[in-house]
């Protein structure tokens, strides 16, 4: 049953990071409502679509979206107004066509995409079902395992650490809920492992993690057993890097950074082997730089006891996808909508990925927000396990509480058993 878009309207509201964003209502002619909005990242792959701001120096420092707001509201409104909600294909692509570029950069990306899951959210609506059920074609069974993102990366005054995010996944956790405690109770704990270590508490990083203790990475993955040891969880908790290599690499002389020195794929590739050999790693993701397409099938052939996962490397683009697949250069790709900017490309690149037994790994961006649409995703596609983000800040705590809540609305629903796909 056809349900006719009535109004399209946008707005401009705040991330987690308090950087300006798009937001959207979708209302139906029979009173349906879906609202979107498109979080960014801090690790931004060059392939991106265009996140279209103002670039104007007197409102948040150039990072306002008016006129992205504005295209919603002058020029994608009228498009779409009469179209059937449900036909979410036809409507993505009318907004791929308005725009007229690949990067969708006359539009802006944040509004194409905003757009796009405010008719998704509509559609299940009009449908009467949680959107992760619609997507799903029914009730759900299973919910993936969470990770959590405890250490971070990144410059800090006395030391560089160029792993992005040091990451831990409960994968023998029994239920949603424990799987839930043990990321919080190992976290918490990490805190007293850190400040014993350096000597001081430390200090909130900027994506909610612990701000990294060491220059070695291998230092920071000893601290972290020690807490997973100190709760009694031993055994049960993997490993999990976002190098975010693109980060550090130097282009000029393509190398990459490695505790304090500059090392070439090739030493990138060996120490991140050894890492591997000695520490249960679930996936390592974006181990190289987002364009050394050279360099992918090497790693991937070399390491093999974790899966290898692309995510500024592949930007949920289903060409790049395919690439990586056909030169073997890859386990999966992160899922996350906004890069590619459409529900439909984004679920044409999940698609191809269960086609060509790969793994889809969906991801919430650095600047989150609470309802992220991702979620549905995540429970809606039955993936194994998904990036959550730290154990901090309440758009990343939403999304640990939507886990728990949809087990609990779905009888006989349970955590997603991963065993299939650790290889280690």
């Given at each position: 049953m056809k349900s006719i878009i009535k109004s399209v309207h946008a707005r401009q509201i705040v991330d987690c990071k308090c950087r300006p964003m798009v937001e959207v209502d979708v209302v139906t002619s029979d009173g349906y409502t879906g609202r979107g909005c498109a979080p960014t990242g801090s690790s931004v792959g060059m392939s991106e679509c265009c996140v279209l701001r103002d670039n104007n120096p007197e409102e948040y420092h150039g990072l306002s979206v008016h006129k992205a707001v504005d295209n919603v509201n002058k020029f994608i409104a009228p498009a779409l107004i009469g179209m059937d909600v449900t036909d979410q294909k036809g409507i993505d692509e009318k907004m791929i066509s308005l725009d007229g570029t690949p990067e969708k950069k006359n539009l802006g990306g944040n509004a194409i995409y905003s757009v796009s899951i405010a008719t998704f959210r509509a559609a299940a609506e009009a449908a009467h079902q949680?959107?992760?059920?619609?997507?799903?074609?029914?009730?759900?069974?299973?919910?993936?395992?969470p990770s959590f993102n405890v250490v971070n990366g990144g410059r800090y005054a006395s030391l560089t650490q160029p792993f992005n995010e040091f990451i831990i996944m409960p994968y023998g956790a029994d239920t949603i809920d424990e799987a839930v405690e043990m990321g919080i109770n190992t976290f918490q704990e990490l805190e007293t492992v850190i400040t014993k270590y350096t000597g001081k508490k430390p200090e909130v990083a900027?994506?909610?993690?612990y701000a990294a203790p060491s220059e070695d990475p291998e230092v920071i993955l000893n601290l972290i057993s020690e807490a997973i040891d100190h709760c009694g969880y031993t055994g049960r908790i993997g490993f999990a890097f976002d190098c975010a290599s693109s980060e550090m690499y130097d282009r000029h002389d393509d190398t990459y950074l490695l505790k304090g020195q500059r090392v070439n794929s090739r030493q990138l590739i060996d120490y991140t082997k050894y890492l591997t050999e000695k520490f249960n790693f679930v996936f390592i993701e974006d181990l190289l730089d987002e364009e050394d397409w050279e360099s992918y099938p090497k790693a991937h052939k070399e390491i093999t006891r974790t899966n290898i996962i692309g995510d500024d490397?592949?930007?949920?683009n289903p060409d790049r996808l395919k690439r990586a697949y056909e030169l073997d250069a890859l386990d999966g790709f992160i899922l996350k909508p906004n890069q590619v900017g459409t529900i439909t490309e984004a679920l044409s690149a999940y698609?191809?990925?269960m086609d060509h037994n790969l793994l889809a790994i969906p991801s919430g961006r650095a600047g989150g927000v609470i309802g992220d649409i991702v979620m549905d995703l995540a429970v809606g596609l039955q993936v194994g396990f998904i990036k959550n983000g730290a154990p901090r800040s309440g758009e990343r705590i939403d999304k640990l509480n939507f886990l728990m809540r949809a087990r609990d609305l779905n009888p006989g629903c349970r955590l997603a058993d991963i065993s299939p796909l650790l290889k280690f």
């Open positions: 949680p959107l992760y059920n619609y997507i799903a074609g029914g009730p759900v069974k299973t919910v993936p395992v900027p994506s909610y993690g490397f592949i930007v949920t698609n191809y990925a």
